[in-house]
């Protein structure tokens, strides 16, 4: 059964760093476009970045450009998702989700596969 278990989000300082990272079994997914979302409250899931299957290509969002760099370890069936210089209103539940297409999308009706989800909370 294919499954995706993001960890690594906590409480941060705004100016601090996290590393999130997602665990991935049953498929490789050497395979797969790969992305991080996000989701505060009362407000809809967002897309934070993606990486393309062999981690060459990346896209991410415009709010956390210059901050946040998305990269993948194949051979572990791993994602990560460096966050630095945090603001609060990064403040949200940041979602692992594995591409159903082979190009990088924003969108996550092209994401099929979901994991729990990891709070990550910003103060001022």
């Known amino acids: 059964q294919d499954e995706l278990v993001e960890s690594g989000g906590g409480l941060v300082q705004a100016g601090g760093s996290l590393r999130l990272s997602c665990a991935a079994s049953g498929r490789p997914i050497s395979s797969y476009v790969m992305g991080w979302f996000r989701q505060a409250p009362g407000k809809e899931r967002e897309f934070v970045a993606a990486?393309?299957?062999?981690?060459?290509?990346?896209y991410s969002a415009d709010s956390v450009k210059g901050r946040f760099t998305i990269s993948r370890d194949n051979a572990k069936n791993m994602v990560h998702l460096q966050m630095n210089s945090l603001k609060p209103e990064d403040t949200a539940v940041y979602y692992c989700?594995?591409?159903?297409?082979?190009?990088?999308?924003?969108?996550?009706?092209?994401?099929?596969?979901w994991g729990q989800g990891t709070q990550v909370t910003v103060s001022s």
């Open positions: 990486i393309g299957r062999s981690g060459i290509s990346t």
């Open positions: 989700a594995r591409s159903t297409g082979v190009l990088i999308s924003l969108s996550p009706n092209e994401y099929n596969y």
